[in-house]
């Protein structure tokens, strides 16, 4: 029974045909067990092993083949960047350059400048040492020359009549109308002034005083016919200063004055000015020398 028994059991045993069923295999697992375990129930472990081996293998070839690519690569990203170093140079350069010609240029057009006032500084030297040398020659004249007095000419005209080319004329301080003004020149010897020239007419009104609006009787009306002005000695009016616009005949205005104002731009050819004969205003004489 025993036998039937242990060939049952036997036959029941299918030994795998492997190395784990060989005797040195055995040996060890009899001796260690656990290492027949490890070793034959973990084949995939040693595939595992073998392919992450051969991935370091390939990482490896991989960075070395980069390294040395790198390395081909670095000469020519060098030369690159130097040539680019070398363009902004050059850039930099030109604009340096060009910064210097304009330098020079403003500096050429400087030394034109002091050139031309050297050259006008040197002609005002010779205008001025000329003009000294005439003014000392007209001195050593005046102080070699024997020095005489000039006699004091003689007022021609009367006290408070100022003479002008062979006529002496007179400004009053009162007021008439211009027929009363007429009259009381004719007293004097006089008549209201007649001007027949610019010089003349320059020569009265410089004799007016200034003021806001100083107005004066001198020898013309229309009163007899209008817009035809005469003189007081019966001559027609030939040439005249009146201001622009005048006259207007305003209000019946028939007799001519003369205005001179604190206004410094009126001129004396431009202060004729028609008025009412019967206002009251200051009047201008004049009388010939001799009367």
Known sequence: A???KEGKFTNLIDEPDNECSSPEVR???FQNPFKRTQFCQDPFKVATACLT???LILLMILV???????DQDSPSSAAESHMQKGSANVTDLTEELQGVKREKSELEKELTQLKNKITELAINKQYLLHFITLKYLVFLEATTAPQTTPAPTKNPCPEDWKHFNGSCYYVSEYQRSWSDSQTNCKRQGGHLAIILTAEEQTFIWNLLPRGYWNSYWFGISDEKVEDEWHWVDGTKLVKSFWEDGEPNNHGNEDCGYIVKTD???RVATKSWYDAPCHMSLPWICE????S
Do not use: E, I
């Not at 009388?287 to 001799?290: A, D, G, Q, R, T």
């Open 2 to 4: 025993m036998s039937y």
């Open 287 to 290: 009388k010939l020398v001799s």
């Open 27 to 29: 040996y060890s697992v």
């Open 53 to 55: 081996a051969f991935c």
């Open 64 to 70: 070395a083949t980069s390294a040395h690519s790198s």
């Open 263 to 265: 206004v410094l731009s």
